[in-house]
């Protein structure tokens, strides 16, 4: 039973192919070919042509191959938020026959070791405003091959030297480090370029991305995508959004990070397939500088979070940005609110599409239809390949209407969690079933909506968060008796961090957790609200019951 195929737009394929490539490396070299002179990426005001973009990941490629030696399956962390030299490295290291481990840099010290040591990766590719994070731990980790990027290092002279002077001395935002045995990555590039270069041959089922999610545990994994999990997402979405997108060749918001599964998916590779160009926001948190970048542009799509499309919402200048080529916006990693939505098409003219994915589905699963005249409040339909199941405790499938757990079966599933079968098989069924989660109800025209969420994870603007990793962190303050963390519904991000805490020390102030949060946590995992109180709710065997916890400091 099948019941969102009846609501699938006309010539909706019921699936896709997964066997039409053999890597994202073969994808990138035919589109290469397609589309060589059309401008693939542009950030700062510079673009780079498709065939610009192949130049440079082939020196890039060379260099990791023959001047440092790696060899297929090797991991290489990169580490920067969205420049031209993102790209450049992610689709190098998969040319090279190499994985990707795509590092947030916000990262604390204490959560970038734990990526770096986890992956087992040996080679980080960094913008220089973080390597003091890197320079804390590295002795810590097998790091040993170090390429150091600055942030207008790919842009024309002078703006390249302007912008790097502006950010290392006049906005301070390269904190002094000391890192022995570094590489530019401009002097990369020369040396590989020095050498020829030929993609590496990769099967489907190679490695492509180490993608870092959070757990259950508390603890970061890696969600293993193989060549053929990204193809077949890329294939899927490119099925889906064929309708919008057809021939044309035009230019697409990437706002969201990259090195988010959400954005590199959905930006920077199915659109890469389509030949479209990805503008760049390098700080979409800047929304004064975000709407003077994209105020003259005609754009035809953008992606984002509920928190990005409000920011930009409220902002005052937004309402005469050019919106007159605008047919796609799509709204994923948490859950978009009804008035965002709303006041989204009143200013744009364009319907604010929801679709729903996970880390571990490459990520997409459910998608609305491209021709949605008016947000629906739902995640949307299965899209082609994918099976939807809602299903009970004991993993059978309830009936139409009833809420269960959602469950995906499909092409773009997660061959398991790196180096960790257990939790791979506490959320894989042996039938390929994963299990998300997530609370939801599927209609009898086929349409998911989320209404819980089973874990307990919070999330922050389309950030993942766990209460055991915050409460294992605070905890190790020595004047903290007791914690238990929940989310926290929030105007802005969507959920909060509400931390409760039982003193051990009477002269503890909030003032004192959000300064030793702020010393080991990413800044949008500190708790925003902090209560003291006598004593937590437990279970007979001293659990902290977070429910109860919800109920006393939210419910009421």
Not at 145 to 167: A, E, H, Q, W, Y
Not at 243 to 254: N, Q
Not at 274 to 298: A, C, Q, S
Not at 352 to 359: H, K, P
Request: aromatic share 8%; with cysteine.
């Amino acid at each position: 039973m099948k019941p969102w195929l009846k609501s699938y737009p006309e010539g909706m394929p019921e699936n896709i192919s997964v066997d039409e490539y053999a890597s994202i490396a073969e994808v990138f070299d035919q589109s290469i070919e397609k589309y060589s002179e059309l401008p693939a990426f542009s950030n700062f005001g510079k673009s780079l042509t498709y065939r610009e973009i192949k130049d440079y990941t082939d020196q890039l490629g060379a260099y990791l191959k023959n001047d440092l030696g790696l060899k297929k399956g090797d991991r290489v962390a990169v580490m920067m938020p969205n420049l031209l030299q993102n790209p450049i490295s992610i689709f190098a290291i998969l040319r090279a026959g190499l994985v990707v481990v795509n590092t947030n840099p916000l990262y604390t010290p204490r959560e970038l070791k734990h990526q770096l040591n986890d992956s087992g990766a040996e080679t980080i590719i960094i913008v220089e405003n973080f390597c003091n994070v890197l320079q804390q731990v590295i002795v810590e980790t097998k790091v040993k091959n170090i390429i150091v990027t600055r942030m207008g290092d790919l842009l024309p002279f002078p703006k390249s030297t302007v912008i790097n002077l502006v950010v290392k001395y006049l906005k301070k935002m390269v904190p002094s480090y000391n890192l022995p045995n570094t590489i530019t990555f401009k002097q990369a590039l020369k040396f590989g370029a020095q050498h020829r270069f030929e993609t590496v041959a990769s099967s489907p089922y190679d490695i492509a991305f180490l993608q870092y999610t959070g757990g259950t545990t508390g603890v970061s994994k890696g969600a293993v995508l193989t060549n053929k999990n990204m193809i077949a997402n890329m294939q899927q979405a490119s099925a889906w959004i064929k309708p919008v997108v057809g021939d044309k060749h035009e230019i697409i918001i990437t706002a969201l990070p990259l090195y988010h599964i959400f954005s590199l998916t959905a930006n920077c590779l199915t659109f890469m397939k389509h030949g479209w160009m990805n503008y760049l926001i390098t700080n979409p948190r800047d929304i004064n500088g975000f709407v003077k970048e994209i105020k003259n542009l005609k754009f035809a799509a953008i992606t984002g979070v509920n928190t990005l499309f409000n920011g930009l919402l409220n902002h005052p200048e937004f309402k005469s940005v050019d919106f007159s080529k605008l047919t796609l916006t799509l709204g994923g990693g948490m859950s978009v609110q009804h008035s965002v939505a709303q006041r989204w098409k009143e200013t744009t003219g364009c319907t604010l599409v929801e679709a729903y994915g996970l880390t571990e589905t490459s990520p997409a699963a459910c998608m609305n239809p491209m021709n949605l005249e008016e947000f629906n409040g739902m995640i949307g339909l299965p899209i082609p390949s994918t099976e939807v199941a809602i299903q009970d405790n004991d993993w059978n499938e309830v009936v139409l209407g009833e809420p269960g757990e959602i469950c995906i079966r499909g092409p773009q599933v997660m061959q398991g969690y790196w180096q960790r079968p257990e939790e791979t098989a506490n959320v894989l069924s042996a039938d390929g079933w994963l299990h998300t989660g997530d609370i939801g109800i599927m209609n009898d025209q086929g349409f998911v909506k989320i209404v819980d969420r089973k874990k307990d994870m919070i999330l922050v603007s389309g950030f993942n968060v766990f209460p055991n990793e915050i409460e294992s962190v605070i905890a190790e303050h020595p004047n903290v008796l007791e914690v238990g963390v929940v989310g926290k519904p929030d105007d802005k991000s969507g959920e909060s961090v509400l931390a409760v805490i039982v003193k051990k020390n009477p002269e503890l102030s909030e003032d004192d957790i959000k300064s030793f949060c702020r010393e080991n946590l990413t800044a949008y995992k500190v708790p925003r609200t902090i209560v003291f109180t006598n004593e937590l709710p437990k279970t007979n065997v001293g659990k902290i019951l977070r429910r109860a916890i919800r109920d006393k400091y939210i419910n009421n």
